[in-house]
């Protein structure tokens, strides 16, 4: 299936590149481990990725490129006995998310087999609202600016 986004960027300027995010976006994206996303606050959000039988040094988080990635790596241990049923997925695996502008990911960690991930919108002053004056051109008088003879 595919979206067709045109009618939406006639009034929106600069939003190409969601354009093209929605087109790298996997239709089978892979369902291991499950995770919710949570907002926490006006600007901040909370990751959670169930990750039974990881430790901490067995996860990997990277952010690059506007995308947070969450590897997940298992030791191999020696089998103490024979499983006659694995339910539990220790299997190794990679998530990638898509992190808007501004966002920054501040910290995270584990715990009975959750891995919380916090992430919040951190703007600089740069990026922020500012307010324009606009001058009546025909109230103003005409200023004069005296520059510096060259002798």
């Known amino acids: 299936m595919t979206y067709d986004f045109t009618p939406l960027f006639r009034t ?5 590149r969601l354009a093209r995010l ?16 949570e907002k926490t606050g006006d600007e901040s959000y909370r ?11 067995d996860i990997e ?5 506007n995308a947070l990635i969450v590897a ?7 089998a103490k006995g024979e499983f006659l049923h694995r339910g539990i997925a220790a299997r190794a695996f990679t998530r990638r998310f898509v992190l808007a502008d501004h966002m920054v990911v501040e910290g995270a960690d584990i715990a009975n087999g959750l891995l919380h991930v916090s992430i919040k919108r951190v703007v600089p002053e740069s990026a922020k609202p500012r307010r324009i004056a606009v001058v ?11 520059l510096p003879h060259a002798a």
């Open 12 to 16: 929106a300027i600069g939003f190409d």
């Open 47 to 57: 990751l959670t990725l169930a990750v039974a039988g990881f430790s901490a040094e």
């Open 22 to 37: 929605a087109d790298t976006i996997p239709q089978d994206a892979a369902s291991y481990p499950p995770y919710n996303i």
């Open 136 to 146: 009546d051109a025909t109230k103003a008088g005409s200023a004069t600016v005296e």
């Open 72 to 78: 997940g790596r298992v030791a191999e241990t020696a």
């Open 61 to 65: 988080l990277t952010v690059k490129d």
